[in-house]
């Protein structure tokens, strides 16, 4: 057996894989949603492109999310919080269209989270069995 002590099993591992799927898919659809939202579905004012910055950081997450790497999912699963804050107040105190998407954004933000722990959560597991294991 080849696999590191903190690994979960094969079998747990293939049956994460759609979790970490459903983590990249809305990751991409989050990038997707920000820079539309702010470059031309509604943006706060005409020319204001700057609040396309945002979709940076989920950017940057982009390369770990796609090669699975836990590490990226639990800090980008803590990133993602700022976007489902954003799209709560903005889906709270916009009207029309720009309230449409912030709901959208804080569901693409939401399910990422969900996803996100959902795929870590059998790594730390077994890195807790791990660390008990040497303990004794």
Same mark, same amino acid.
């Given at each position: 057996?080849?696999?590191?002590?903190?690994?979960?099993?094969?079998?747990? @591992?293939?049956?994460?894989?759609?979790?970490?799927?459903?983590?990249?898919?809305?990751?991409?659809?989050?990038?997707?949603?920000?820079?539309?939202?702010?470059?031309?579905?509604?943006?706060?004012?005409?020319?204001?492109?700057?609040?396309?910055?945002? @979709?940076?950081?989920?950017?940057?997450?982009?390369?770990?999310?796609?090669?699975?790497?836990?590490?990226?999912?639990?800090?980008?699963?803590?990133?993602?919080?700022?976007?489902?804050?954003?799209?709560?107040?903005?889906?709270?105190?916009?009207?029309?269209?720009?309230?449409?998407?912030?709901?959208?954004?804080? %569901?693409?933000? %939401?399910?990422?989270?969900?996803?996100?722990? @959902?795929?870590? @959560?059998?790594?730390?597991?077994?890195?807790?069995?791990?660390?008990?294991?040497?303990?004794?």
């Amino acid at each position: 057996m080849n696999r590191p002590m903190n690994a979960p099993s094969a079998t747990t @591992a293939r049956s994460n894989a759609a979790f970490a799927l459903a983590a990249l898919a809305s990751i991409v659809a989050l990038i997707v949603l920000a820079l539309a939202w702010e470059l031309w579905l509604a943006p706060l004012r005409p020319g204001a492109w700057t609040l396309a910055l945002k @979709a940076l950081p989920l950017v940057c997450a982009l390369p770990g999310v796609a090669r699975k790497n836990v590490y990226t999912l639990q800090w980008a699963s803590m990133l993602v919080l700022l976007y489902l804050a954003e799209g709560v107040v903005r889906g709270m105190t916009d009207a029309g269209l720009c309230a449409s998407l912030a709901w959208l954004e804080a %569901l693409l933000a %939401l399910a990422f989270f969900a996803c996100a722990l @959902a795929y870590v @959560a059998p790594f730390k597991r077994a890195a807790r069995l791990n660390a008990r294991s040497k303990k004794s």
